[in-house]
């Protein structure tokens, strides 16, 4: 639960805490941007592995973008802060910083020694930016609570973090989205989804309806369904959508709702059954589903899978979408490479545009890939793609390559393997046909100091001539549902 350490914060610190560092950012070597950087160098235990940064998410509303993520990561779990990068310009120009009251490395310190998993989102009802995050009691599992920290001025500076969950449990894999539709009767509620790994990953929801400051007590669905990696969107008729990856066996890609503003969670319903190759060179990656919502109210959600590939030895990145998050559509297969190609596709960020319907709905994904599926932990290129649609997926632009190829020594190292995120994140901006996508972009180490960093780059929505085809179903004995943070075996890991 939280100590009367942050309790101190909140009440006397808040004014000091509204002033958050901020910085320019500049551009990297590749022709990316380099939106923000590890400062810290801490030596003493915990300690992160400096300079390193994993694991964003973006929001984009208006020409603002907003970007979170963690920064120092910690082998055994989290990081030493969670950092922000801030775009008015369509991502243009970024500044960047790091939230304070957070972590014994924020500037106030915070009350936790590590944070971990961020998300953004944007309240248009009550003008305000959420960053959700994870505060972590003792490194490795133990106590674990859901915090959100507040913007009112677009994004520039942070105020003192919110509790939405703390009661002495292990919470994991948080993810906050809100109802922007003026005309939706929940206009301005916001939802946040996370998982009680103490009780083998048990779906909860609060819903906040003042901006964030004050949330509701967890709410589970009512077949007290088990999973992780949920990720809510919320139609312009107000149901909440949350697709995740389930654990409880069948497992599979399986979403829940709610009708009435986050009062109470329907039972899931299964989106697909998942199919999955183990990405070679021990990198951090699970099947969890990148979701969107367009402006007509269609979900769209992409993940990881083989089942399209000979043998199924490489990923694709598939797609499902649906109009109410209870029927979902046949799993179909994101042209990137021809099938058969050996190339491996994994960890996507979806964007869809939200300003975009019907047959001409916008969408754009960025994900990791190997050049060659079949490559070690010494030889594998990791690289940075991209593709994008003009047509609701019918039709995709040629893949582009923004980032690589990075080695895998270079990349922060975890109990899961080495890592730039269970998670991605791409973001479209209304009326622009500008997708901005940010990644974890890393270079050679100097000695054993790294060098990955949060990059961004602007990609136009182009479209393509690509045809997304009904591909053949070719492999059916993918890896079964595993939880990257809870190892049933062991108990809590990392996050």
């Given at each position: 639960m939280v100590s009367a350490r942050i309790g101190g914060l909140l009440s006397a610190c808040t004014v000091i805490l509204t002033i958050a560092f901020v910085t320019p950012a500049g551009a990297s070597q590749s022709g990316t941007v380099r939106v923000s950087d590890d400062p810290f160098t801490s030596t003493t235990a915990p300690t992160g592995q400096h300079r390193t940064e994993v694991e964003p998410d973006t929001f984009a509303f208006g020409s603002t973008v907003v970007s979170a993520f963690q920064v120092g990561r910690i082998a055994n779990g989290g990081a030493s802060d969670v950092g922000f990068a801030v775009s008015h310009d369509g991502g243009h120009s970024w500044a960047h910083g790091f939230l304070p009251a957070a972590t014994d490395a924020s500037t106030p310190a915070g009350p936790f020694v590590g944070a971990s998993d961020a998300s953004v989102a944007f309240d248009l009802r009550h003008h305000t930016w959420l960053i959700s995050w994870l505060g972590l009691?003792?490194?490795?599992?133990?106590?674990?609570?859901?915090?959100?920290?507040?913007?009112?001025?677009?994004?520039?500076?942070?105020?003192?973090?919110?509790?939405?969950?703390?009661?002495?449990?292990?919470?994991?894999?948080?993810?906050?989205?809100?109802?922007?539709?003026?005309?939706?009767?929940?206009?301005?509620?916001?939802?946040?989804?996370?998982?009680?790994?103490?009780?083998?990953?048990?779906?909860?929801?609060?819903?906040?309806?003042?901006?964030g400051l004050t949330w509701s007590a967890p709410a589970t669905t009512a077949d007290a369904v088990r999973g992780l990696g949920g990720q809510p969107v919320v139609q312009p008729n107000g149901r909440v959508v949350v697709p995740f990856e389930g654990i409880t066996r069948p497992g599979g890609i399986r979403a829940f709702t709610s009708t009435d503003g986050g009062l109470t969670w329907n039972a899931s319903v299964l989106v697909a059954t998942i199919s999955t190759h183990e990405v070679a060179g021990d990198i951090r990656t699970s099947p969890l589903p990148s979701a969107e919502v367009s402006r007509d109210g269609t979900v769209y959600v992409a993940w990881q899978d083989n089942r399209f590939e000979p043998g199924g030895t490489a990923n694709d990145i598939v797609l499902s979408t649906s109009g109410?998050?209870?029927?979902?559509?046949?799993?179909?297969?994101?042209?990137?490479?021809?099938?058969?190609?050996?190339?491996?596709?994994?960890?996507?960020?979806?964007?869809?545009?939200?300003?975009?319907?019907?047959?001409?709905?916008?969408?754009?994904?960025?994900?990791?890939?190997?050049?060659?599926?079949?490559?070690?932990?010494?030889?594998?290129?990791?690289?940075?793609?991209?593709?994008?649609?003009?047509?609701?997926?019918?039709?995709?632009?040629?893949?582009?390559?923004?980032?690589?190829?990075?080695?895998?020594?270079?990349?922060?190292?975890?109990?899961?393997?080495?890592?730039?995120?269970?998670?991605?994140?791409?973001?479209?901006?209304?009326?622009?046909?500008?997708?901005?996508?940010?990644?974890?972009?890393?270079?050679?180490?100097?000695?054993?100091?790294?060098?990955?960093?949060?990059?961004?780059?602007?990609?136009?929505?182009?479209?393509?001539?690509?045809?997304?085809?009904?591909?053949?179903?070719?492999?059916?004995?993918?890896?079964?549902?595993?939880?990257?943070?809870?190892?049933?075996?062991?108990?809590?890991?990392a996050f």
């Open positions: 009691h003792e490194l490795g599992g133990g106590v674990v609570d859901v915090m959100t920290s507040r913007s009112t001025d677009g994004g520039r500076t942070w105020g003192a973090p919110v509790v939405v969950a703390a009661t002495g449990t292990f919470f994991d894999k948080n993810w906050t989205a809100c109802d922007n539709t003026p005309s939706s009767p929940f206009f301005g509620h916001c939802y946040t989804e996370f998982d009680n790994a103490d009780q083998r990953d048990l779906e909860q929801m609060s819903t906040s309806t003042d901006g109410d998050g209870t029927t979902w559509s046949p799993v179909r297969r994101i042209p990137i490479d021809p099938v058969g190609s050996g190339v491996d596709h994994f960890i996507p960020g979806l964007a869809v545009g939200t300003d975009s319907a019907g047959p001409r709905t916008q969408l754009a994904v960025t994900y990791y890939f190997y050049p060659s599926a079949d490559c070690t932990a010494a030889t594998c290129q990791l690289e940075v793609g991209f593709t994008s649609s003009r047509d609701a997926g019918q039709h995709w632009s040629t893949p582009q390559t923004l980032a690589g190829p990075m080695q895998l020594s270079w990349l922060a190292g975890t109990t899961q393997g080495v890592m730039v995120g269970d998670y991605i994140s791409t973001s479209i901006l209304a009326g622009q046909h500008r997708a901005v996508p940010v990644f974890a972009e890393a270079s050679p180490p100097t000695g054993t100091v790294f060098d990955e960093p949060m990059a961004a780059t602007r990609e136009t929505i182009s479209g393509g001539s690509i045809p997304m085809v009904d591909d053949p179903v070719l492999f059916t004995g993918g890896s079964p549902p595993v939880d990257p943070d809870v190892a049933p075996a062991t108990g809590p890991t």
